[in-house]
Every structure is written in C-alpha cells, then in structure tokens.
C-alpha cells in the first residue's frame, strides 16, 4: 500500500511561511511593547494608531504576498480598539473615527503589499535579463574559444594521418599540438559547466569550511605541471585560514586567473597570494607580463573582453570566458573581483567572506 502525501496549501498571493510568521509575531510585539510603554508615559490618545499603522507597512514590505499584511491589520485594529482605547480592554464599535482606521490599515496594507511584489518581480526581470545576457556573452565566446581549437586539432592530425613521410619528429610536434588544444577545449568545457550550473536558479553551491591554503597550493602544483617554464612563487599568512567555499570552483577561478596570466600577459614570473582582510580571504594573482589594454579593463568580466596576446600570435584564445566564470563563481560565494596594471604585469584579485552567513 502506497501512501500518500499532500503538500500543504499555498498561493502566489497568500503564501505560508515560517520567517515571514516570524517577523510578524516580531514587528507586532515591538508595536504592542512601544503602545504599552507610552500608555503608562501618560502620552496623549491616538498614539497607538500610528504605531499600528507603522506596524503593518512593515510587515506587508518584509513579507511575501498579501497574507501578513491582512493579519496585521485585524490584528492593528483589534489591539487599537480593544487595549488602546478607552474603555481599556473592551470593545466599542461605536468609536468615532473606528472604520476609518480599519480602513487606513487596510490601503497601507493592500498598497504595499502590491509595491513589494511589483519591486521584486522588476528585480526577477533584471536578473533574467543579466542571465539572458551572460548567456549571449557566452555563445560568442564560444563561437571563438571551440572553432580554433578543433580547427587546429583536425589539420594537426590529417596531417599526420596523411602525411606518412613525415619524420618522428614532426608527428611529435603536430600530436602534442593537437593534444595542447584539446587541453584548451577541457578548459573550456568546465568553464561552461561551470557557469552554468551557477546561472541555473535552483542551483546552490556546495560550500564548506576549508583550508584556503590548501586550495591555493593545489592551484600552484597544477599550474607548476602545465607550465614548467614559468616561475611562481606563493605566499600564505602564518595561521591557518578557513574559509566557507566549494573548492573546487575556487581552485579553477585561480587556475584560470593563472593562465591568462600565462597565454594573455606573456608572464615568465607569477606571484599567487592569500591574505586576510576585513573579515574576507582575499587572493590575489600578479604577474610581469605586458598588462592589461586600458580599453579592456571596462569589459574584463562581461565576456566580451578580447585576447591581447601578442603580436605573433595566431589570437586563438579569448580571455573573456574565463573571466566570466570567475566572477560568476565568485559573486556566488558573495564575493567581489577586481583587475589592475601594476607597474610591470596586471594583477588579479578576488575576496571572499569568511563568514558562512555573508555567502547564503
């Protein structure tokens, strides 16, 4: 025998919830503690109307939907007349003035019930918007980022499929080509899955409490593998640095800071370091290479940053994908990310809260 559970009653205008009951029963007995208090201060009558009034705009602003709102306002009246009108505690519907501040909590309440829920359906329009946008910043990333690479795969390989006179040496150069691309392409690939599972909205981010230093000197180790022939060096603070976060979505916004520094800046020497500040870790990556173009550093992270490599170079690789993922891994994390030339190189920086309660 199956069994079978219904999920309690809801609606788009008057939803249940736990917090918002919470911060009704809150702002409800702030408004009946202030009423009590000027009652015994001997303040004149009519103070608890205003009190009630400023009760309810609360409430219908901080809650979702039209439910609170209402609750508070039978709940305003009745306090208003039942223990803040004299006869003190009895009810005399016979008030002058009575209906009329029925009526007045009840428009406070329907009005800004209807201005919150209008604010955030603009704010859901927006944040559709900026999706729909990273989503365009993406393909026409892409559109570059995937087509070289496989384009340079393929006539790496027929050439070493058609061409059987070459010497062992040429077909090592083509194969480790063709397999240098086909690393890019990894890269790019998790940088998509990546930044697409952060702009789903149901999609929350594992994060736990971990070791920073740890995930930088993973970040180094590969990068010193990849790269043999670039110098970096990594700074740490003496004590052990936790820090709520998904590992190894921050690890990969440092392994791709790492490689512009790399493909787009020409870098023989990167310093990567962690420090503490203002209640964040912060990570910075700096190198020598040739900077940033004052032009680009406006659009660095809307993924339409274009590659600056250097003259010779054939312009495969788009920094600006990489970018965007790192801010959009970053910004879920509740952090922020900056660029700036240094004297010689660029540097790239990024904080985190080191509270769990600044990232949820």
Not at 67 to 96: H, Q, R
Not at 137 to 155: C, E, K, Q
Not at 206 to 235: C, D
Request: aromatic content about 8%; proline content about 4%; hydrophobic content about 45%.
């Amino acid at each position: 025998m199956k069994l079978h559970f219904h999920k309690p009653w809801t609606s788009p205008l008057f939803p249940v919830s736990r917090r918002d009951f919470l911060v009704t029963a809150a702002i409800l007995g702030c408004a009946l503690a202030l009423c009590f208090v000027l009652r015994i201060a001997g303040t004149i009558e009519g103070f608890a109307s205003p009190v009630f009034v400023l009760a309810v705009l609360l409430i219908s602003r901080l809650t979702t939907g039209y439910l609170y709102g209402l609750i508070a306002v039978v709940l305003g009246v009745v306090c208003v007349n039942f223990i803040f009108t004299f006869p003190y505690w009895a009810f005399n519907l016979s008030i002058s003035g009575y209906p009329l501040t029925f009526f007045t909590l009840l428009m406070v309440s329907i009005i800004t019930c209807t201005l919150t829920a209008q604010a955030k359906r603009q704010a859901r329009l927006l944040a559709e918007n900026e999706r729909e946008k990273m989503r365009g910043n993406l393909l026409r990333a892409v559109s570059h980022d995937l087509r070289t690479p496989l384009t340079s795969i393929v006539g790496s390989t027929s050439a070493v499929l058609e061409n059987p006179d070459l010497t062992q040496e040429e077909q090592r150069t083509l194969l480790e080509n063709a397999r240098e691309e086909a690393q890019w392409l990894i890269r790019v690939v998790e940088n998509l899955l990546s930044i697409t599972r952060i702009g789903e909205d149901d999609a929350k981010i594992r994060k736990e409490s971990e070791a920073a230093e740890e995930v930088i000197g993973e970040a180094a180790r590969k990068f010193r593998r990849r790269f043999p022939e670039v110098r970096i060096s990594v700074s740490i603070p003496d004590e052990l640095l936790m820090a709520p976060m998904d590992p190894i979505l921050i690890e990969q916004v440092l392994s791709n800071l790492l490689e512009n520094a790399v493909f787009h800046g020409g870098a023989e020497y990167v310093v990567l370091s962690l420090t503490e500040r203002n209640g964040c870790a912060c990570f910075s990556v700096a190198d020598d290479g040739t900077g940033i173009p004052k032009k680009a550093l406006s659009s660095l992270f809307d993924g339409k940053a274009p590659s600056h490599t250097a003259p010779d170079s054939d312009g495969k690789r788009n920094m600006g994908l990489g970018l965007s993922v790192c801010q959009a891994i970053v910004r879920a994390h509740g952090g922020s990310i900056q660029a700036r030339n240094l004297e010689r190189g660029a540097e790239f920086s990024f904080q985190i809260p080191l509270t769990m309660e600044a990232v949820l």
